[in-house]
């Protein structure tokens, strides 16, 4: 079976009706990253191609205001390929809340060789432990290098540039923002700007009185913006401060006044409070500030043209804010800007010990003071008020108020109608907004509501056409919901679910070229408040805003045919195209493009004046290029031309094509791709004659490429020979998509008619092959190492009434067993699919264990949404597991929520901080707990646990039980129900206790289980009885004189197949000696209308497939499939080369143990010949009081069945001949008959 490297690619067939739809309007929103853990910020380095961006990560737990963890990291992302690489790695450092990496900017000199700018990035970050606040700058090793470490794996820091902790030690409001002007990137190289560093230092406090906060404090760098000159050639301006290693810039504000005003400096600020009043000074003053008076300005910005200053600045009690201030606002005349806080937020006061002041006193060295007044925000959003309103038809959710402004940029790419417009977000909301400001308004006439704003019919102020827009929000409908596209997933839409579309905006970023980007924290898009602020899974996504030029490329699903038009309404230069197509969809051989049929030397139709050569590789299915060798061609207005008048494109479900076009000014725009043809839908999958309809041919398409491998085929070549997820080959796989959409399709009816197969007889159950002697032999050989400890052959085939019992009450369970997890195959679930992640050094390793080593952020995350325990009738989790070493409280498994009420969880924690340190299983809802608690239990040993909770809402016995070792513990009753549950966590090493205090779990868990049902006492032995999953449940037995195989399973439970192979490298098969299950009737156990035998079985592959239901291979009732090996071909007794996989009825295949058995059957004394010695030996054990003696037919009894086998097998040799006729003597026939005959009356 294929690796599924190819099952994304699989869903690329709505990729050009997606980018169709958002084609109405002059751009559309491309996610250019997804599957990212907790996406901060983006950037672009100057000078670096256009796919090149940098974005920064932090790895948390996830959670309510929760977040623990370490640091992340800086990445390097090539947005054509998808790859990332990892610049830098911050995780020695730990962080909670809102610590951890912040943002980035890149030296203006980053790419420039030779400068002291070279390859100097800068980042700011912030740990635990203070918190510390960072402003560092790094090194990378060079152009598309990383940042060197030293020991234990720690970056290495160039420079510290600033360093602080903050106020109080609060984890939050740290230095949100760093940049340089943009203007500085093209400004002369030596220019002293291109070393001013920006820093936007949020206030560390939180809900603090006026008087404790720093914000306007002139001596403390917190709740400012902050301006330094990092050039190292400049005199350190703190020489004795080694957490300040920085000049300053003599343009700032104070130095500026300071050298227009000698003997009158600005000393610092006075500042009024009230409850009791007083007035208190600062001095002396940081002459770094650059304005003062903010609380968490997240995020700030500088326009790209303008470099006038935008900032969001998130509020605490009553006020969002939006802040503008003038680009080189200052001239020596002027005290540093205030905006406010904690005096006022917004234009609102803030009560608690603020004096309400509108303005801010700064003292002077000759006596005296200025009042600087303060600047109100030009946009305010109040908590208390719902939105108001939009415009442009996007109806803004209503019934959330404002909560986190999260600043971003004015926009300044290419395009047009979005030009000078600032946009901005709610991080809480998910709305996006977009305003136009007159940037030359007067800073006095800033009132909060700079809006233009006009009543509606109602007399709510509502924004005027022009002057605000919510161009996202929660709902679906909003615009840049339905412009989103993803060109490498074009399954991809923003109604997939809660995890889709764009939710958390934590960031906005600015290439070089002005392109807008939107970095979505990632979780649950509308989770209207701070819940959840941190997603522990890797759902984050970067999006990028991108133009439509409408320029087309037309592909006609039906003949293949390929088409380029200039739809763009003005002729249009061309210098040069490229076709591209993951999937591989182009054939070269029917691309006629302009080279040689279109330009001068051909038609001159598309370009007389130049001849033009193709680019690509021969025979390249995924790239096709070609270019004018001279100047550009110019296509007339609605001008088309054909690259391909058919078969250009290979026809199959990946509509993935992409058309870059070069331009005459040498840039480069992706046109927009449509398909047409087949009533303008795409393929449906399974569609292999592409007549649009599935149906029996399609079927007979598939089935005659079963077993191919397409070694060298693209995607779109291997779909059409049945490889329907992409990975290369026609596989067991593909056959359950097939069979799937087929059913969905035409019906299960429909697709039990495609084999015609008999229904099985009742009576059909087959006995053992000849293999089956193995149970006298002890020269067994496996061809795969043996698990210790498992069952002798003759356990795994004796068939018992215990043995059937059990298998049976365990089925009874396994029928309500929702979520397994094995280990044997990663952290999957092999029933219900709700996989799960893991965090630090949590690991499933090769014995089937999950690994949890105890150390802090080590464990294994579920989505619960997957799982939905709150929808149970009743349930049960069921563990083997093993304690290394105990830890107070912490959880083996803990799943639903503390940090809402009511609560309501489930956990059990080993050894708990109780009385004593019992271990303690808790079963909580509606603010009613239940717990049971007994003996800690023993470290290094593996224990088994089962705990129980029979819900009222079925009206059975209202319990909750555990059992331990299969013993009862207890069982209590209980009076609040499972629906209570919180579907907020699922972890596995992990406490969901807030703030994650509690230590984590240190051991491993060999199989956990959920099951929608209460197991019952017996269950709960039997389930102990039948052990953890075995990654191997059949087993296949060789002769390897015989040729005969035998299918068996040594599981409690039944084992339930719908497809099974053997493969032989050696071409050691034989199909004409293959008794296949479609020979023998159809299947032995189970529902549904029988076997198909593959149609391309031969000597090195065979195998076959059940169209519906499945075959449970049980116990004691293994399956012959006749001497389906050849074993001359690596000789006799010689083990072979088989391998055997089967298919778990509809969900995966699994790789089967191959046993090799080298004996005759008959040859009951051993020496490899069947012959009148074994005769005897058989007669004198049926003559026997105890009747032991050579079983052939291993059924514990000598007897007449024994000698069936013996006579089939007459006259073998180990080294050639065949069975010969048996000597039957009168006398030997009566001896048979009695002695059987007595042998019936002892029975």
Known sequence: MGNRTFSLIAALCGLSAAIHAASAQSYRVERVA?????????????????????????????????????????????????????????????????????????????????????????????????????????ELSGPGGTVPTGRGGIPLVNRTLLEYNNVFGDNNHVIDWIGFDPRAYSAAPGSPERNYLYIS?????????????????????????????????????????????????????????????????????????????????????????????????????????????????????????INF????????????????????????????????????????????????????????????????????????????????????????????????????????????????????????????????????????????????????????????????????????????????????????????????????????????????????????????LVPNLLVYASVDRVTGAITFSNETGEPLDVLGYELSSVAGSLDDNFLTGVTGVLDSSGNGEVDAANAWQVTSAPGDSTRFAEESTGTAATLAIDQAFAISTQDGWTQSIYEDVKLDVTLGNGSTIAALVRYTGNSGSPFDRGDLNFDGVLDAADWVAYRQNFFGVFAGASAAESYGLGDLDGDGDNDYDDFLLFKADYIAANGAAAFEALGQIPEPAAALLLTLAAAAGAVRTNRRRRSGAVAAGRPRLGAKLAVTLVAATAALAADAARADLQHLYSFNNGLNDSIGGADGQAFGAAAVNGQGQLDLPGGFGDYVGFDPQEIQISSYTDLTFETWFTVDTHQTWARLFDYGSRDVTPEGYLYFAPQSGQGGNPALARYATNDVRTEITYATPSEGQQHHLAMIVDDNANGGADLFTVYFDGVLIDSVSHNHPLSGVIETYAFLGKSTFPGDVDPYFNGSIDEFRIYDHALSQQEVLDSIAAGTTQESALTIYVNTYTGAITMASAETLPVDIDYYAISSAAGALSTASWNSLQDQGGAVVGTGEGWEEIDQSNATKLGELRLLGQSSVVAGAPLAIGAAYDPAVLGLGTDGDLTFEYGLAGVSTVAGEVVYLDFLPGDFNGDLQVDAADYTLWRDGLAAADHTGPDGHPDGVVDALDYQVWTSHYGASAVGGAPAAVPEPAALVLLVSVLTAATVARR
């Open 201 to 321: 230092a949020g206030d560390g406090s939180n809900g603090r009185p006026a008087d404790q906060r720093p914000e306007q404090k002139s001596t403390i760098a917190q709740g400012k913006l902050l301006r330094i000159d990092i050039d190292p050639a400049k005199p350190d301006f703190y020489p004795a401060d080694p957490a300040k290693n920085f000049a300053i810039p003599d343009t700032n504000p104070i130095p500026l006044w300071n050298a227009a005003n000698p003997g009158n400096e600005l000393l610092g600020t006075t500042l009024n409070y009230t409850g009791p009043t007083e007035s208190v000074s600062y001095s002396p003053a940081l002459q770094e500030i650059y304005f003062t008076g903010t609380r968490n300005t997240f995020r700030m910005s500088m326009d790209k043209l303008t470099g006038d200053f935008w900032s969001g600045d998130v509020g605490e009690f009553a006020r969002e804010e």
């Open 325 to 544: 201030l003038p680009a080189d606002p200052y001239d020596g005349t002027q005290a540093p800007y205030d905006f406010g806080f904690p005096q006022r937020e917004g234009t609102g006061v803030f009560v608690n010990r603020s004096n309400g002041d509108t303005s801010i006193q700064w003292d002077l060295a000759g006596g005296g003071a200025i009042v600087q007044d303060s600047i109100n925000p030009i946009r305010e959003g109040a908590h208390a008020i719902i939105n108001s309103g939009s415009t442009a038809g996007d109806v803004e959710i209503r019934d959330r108020p404002r909560g986190a402004y999260i600043g971003g940029y004015v926009y300044r790419g290419p395009i047009e109608e979005l030009q000078g417009k600032y946009f901005y977000a709610d991080f809480t909301q998910g709305n996006i907004f977009s305003l136009d400001f007159d940037a030359t308004t007067p800073v006095a006439d800033f009132s909060g509501d700079n809006f233009n704003l006009v009543p509606d019919e109602s007399g709510t102020n509502v924004a005027s056409l022009g002057t605000r827009e919510v161009v996202l929000n929660r709902n679906l409908n909003s615009l840049w919901h339905t412009l989103m596209v993803d060109p490498n997933d074009p399954t991809y839409t923003a109604d997939l679910g809660a995890d889709f579309g764009i939710g958390r905006i934590v960031s906005f970023g600015e290439d070089n070229d002005g392109n807008l980007y939107i970095v979505d924290m990632g979780g649950q898009r509308g989770n209207s408040g701070f819940n959840n602020d941190y997603p522990a899974g890797s759902t984050g996504q970067i999006f990028r």
């Open 34 to 138: 997804s599957g990212l853990q907790q996406p901060l910020y983006v950037d672009q380095a100057p000078g670096d191609p256009d796919n090149i961006i940098y974005y920064m990560t932090r790895v948390t737990t996830g959670g309510v205001n929760a977040g623990s963890g370490t640091h992340g990291s800086l990445w390097r992302y090539d947005m054509d390929t998808q790859a990332s690489t990892e610049v830098l790695n911050l995780s020695h450092r730990d962080l909670t809340l809102d610590l951890g990496p912040q943002g980035l900017a890149f030296h203006p000199d980053f790419n420039n060789p030779g400068t002291d700018g070279f390859q100097k990035v800068y980042v700011s970050s912030a740990a635990t432990g203070g918190p510390v606040n960072y402003v560092e700058e790094y």
